[in-house]
């Protein structure tokens, strides 16, 4: 079974920082690419950020130049570090794996339960 969590949420300050973790969990055999998403209320999930198995990273044009995502895939980890944060920026972040587990021959995508983001004065 594959789980994936993150954590790193909370309130913060405009102009503050967050850093979010993606951890993945369970009997993998390889985890290729990762995406943070987010949704704000009201709005559709929006593609925020992600990173290939070999680390070449994209990223939306809202957060270009404040926030970086990287991996670690010995820890099983993609954190999304959030720089000079915006109340716009406000919304439940969301981790999306593709993932195979050992034993099965093709990749499929897991979801986190999302982490909440919260820009504010």
């Known amino acids: 079974q594959v789980q994936v969590v993150e954590s790193g949420g909370g309130l913060v300050q405009p102009g503050g920082s967050l850093r979010l973790s993606c951890t993945v969990s369970g009997s993998i055999f390889n985890i290729y690419a990762v995406t943070w998403y987010r949704q704000a209320p009201g709005q559709q999930r929006e593609l925020v950020a992600d990173?290939?198995?070999?680390?070449?990273?994209k990223y939306s044009d809202f957060v270009k130049g404040r926030f970086t995502i990287s991996r670690d895939n010995v820890k099983k980890t993609v954190w999304l570090q959030m720089n000079n944060l915006k109340p716009e920026d406000t919304a439940v972040y969301y981790c999306n794996a593709d993932v195979q587990p050992t034993g099965v021959g093709r990749s499929d995508d897991y979801w986190g339960q999302g982490t909440q983001v919260t820009v504010s004065s």
């Open positions: 990173i290939t198995i070999d680390g070449r990273t």
